[in-house]
């Protein structure tokens, strides 16, 4: 059924869905069903079986989804993908489908504040236990892996710092061990890095920034090998079920169409914000994958195709400096999230990762100063010219 198409700008409009099959709509119908109806009730035990493939009940699969899972399994370079209802039910499907009571994890120094919540739940329900670190040299990874290291689980560019990990060195020692490489991709998305292709396993999305890139869902994906995607089907999805709504899916089919372009812009935008911000008076360090001095931008120039669209930056002075600073702003909106068309700000310490202790924050360089901005498709100068008064204003 899938067609294949060679190119990634051609895929994201193609993979996974054939119209004639679909009495020719040109848009991918929205199968807003719970349950599918069998001819016959011997048709129903083969499909409960496995012996006749077909749809069953909507947690198990359907038809809108499909295509969405499809096309990301196509983009990532994974055998089959899955779909969930967020980003946070795709991390916990994974973290639970790997891990057992006593387990370790090895993390990047650095995750998605909720992500690191949940760690600290395994911690106390099932001593599941997690280190963090760079993963900056071979010897570093071999001295963190444990008997009882079961995954390692890395972000990258991480959030909110942008540092970044180098997928080829971790997924090559890792391989060492046999221990799976978990990739959230969710800030370079598939069009900037693809990390399957440098030798990582599993690759996870909070599909609701730049996948949907229009601020108007939650959702998450999940790409991988089949025996791994088909177990989690089997396991997490099924008996945890946390899963995608049709009409999810389908606003994500129609926000993939454009990600390229979205993409592109979002980097070109970022990337003349970063000139401006680079060296201001009022700004201290500042972090964006796109900056080719940086330290870590040998690996960007390695993994990543550009720089993304999210820049870090300290405002200097205290926390009432970045907040005032925040207030000055007149169209970029205060708000968490990233992805999406309007210029979006935050302050990481008070907000998404208020929940990480403030001394494991401060490890992670994430200070009372740090502002995350996630640079929107709007014209650059608009954007920059908000910046500079809010800036220009503060004391
Ligand atoms: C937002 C985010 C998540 C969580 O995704 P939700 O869709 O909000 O559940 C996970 N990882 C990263 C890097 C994120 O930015």
Not at 30 to 45: D, I, W
Not at 339 to 356: C, F, K, R, S, Y
Not at 361 to 369: A, C, P, S, Y
Request: charged content about 25%.
């Amino acid at each position: 059924m899938a067609n294949k198409y060679q190119r990634f700008e051609t895929a994201v409009i193609h993979e996974g869905y054939d119209e004639l099959e679909m009495l020719g709509s040109l848009s991918v119908p929205l199968f807003q069903t719970s349950t599918y109806v069998f001819n016959s009730a011997e048709q129903g035990e083969r499909r409960f079986s496995g012996e006749e493939e077909g749809f069953v009940y909507s947690r198990l699969g359907n038809p809108t989804v499909r295509v969405l899972e499809e096309r990301i399994a196509r983009l990532e370079n994974g055998e089959k993908g899955l779909a969930f209802a967020s980003g946070m039910a795709a991390v916990s499907a994974v973290l639970l489908s790997l891990t057992k009571a006593n387990d370790h994890v090895l993390c990047s120094a650095g995750l998605y504040g909720c992500t690191y919540g949940l760690l600290m739940m395994l911690k106390e329900k099932y001593n599941i236990t997690s280190d963090f670190s760079l993963l900056d040299s071979e010897d570093e990874i071999h001295a963190k892996i444990k008997p009882e290291t079961t995954l390692i689980y890395v972000e990258t560019p991480i959030n909110p710092t942008m540092k970044l990990i180098d997928l080829e060195l971790v997924s090559k020692v890792a391989k060492q061990y046999g221990i799976p490489v978990v990739v959230d991709n969710t800030f370079s998305t598939p069009y900037l890095q693809r990390p399957i292709d440098l030798g990582c396993d599993i690759v996870l999305h909070s599909a609701t920034k730049y996948i949907g890139g229009h601020g108007d869902v939650i959702a998450g994906l999940v790409a991988g090998k089949a025996d791994f995607i088909d177990e989690l089907a089997m396991s997490a999805r099924k008996d945890i079920g946390g899963i995608m709504s049709p009409f999810d899916a389908w606003l994500l089919l129609r926000g993939l169409k454009t990600l390229p372009i979205r993409m592109d812009r979002h980097c070109k935008n970022a990337t003349h914000i970063f000139k401006k911000l680079n060296g201001h008076p009022k700004i201290g360090s500042i972090y964006f994958p796109g900056n080719t001095d940086a330290e870590d931008g040998k690996i960007a120039a390695k993994q990543m195709h550009k720089g993304g669209g999210v820049i870090s930056f300290e405002i200097k002075g205290s926390k009432r400096d970045a907040q005032r600073f925040m207030n000055r702003l007149k169209f970029i909106k205060i708000a968490v999230s990233l992805g999406d068309a309007e210029t979006l700000i935050e302050h990481p310490a008070t907000m998404t990762h208020a929940v990480v202790p403030e001394e494991s924050r401060l490890e992670m360089g994430i200070t009372d100063q740090l502002i995350r901005l996630s640079v929107g498709l709007e014209a650059w100068e608009d954007i920059w010219d908000d910046l500079e008064q809010a800036l220009a204003a503060s004391t």
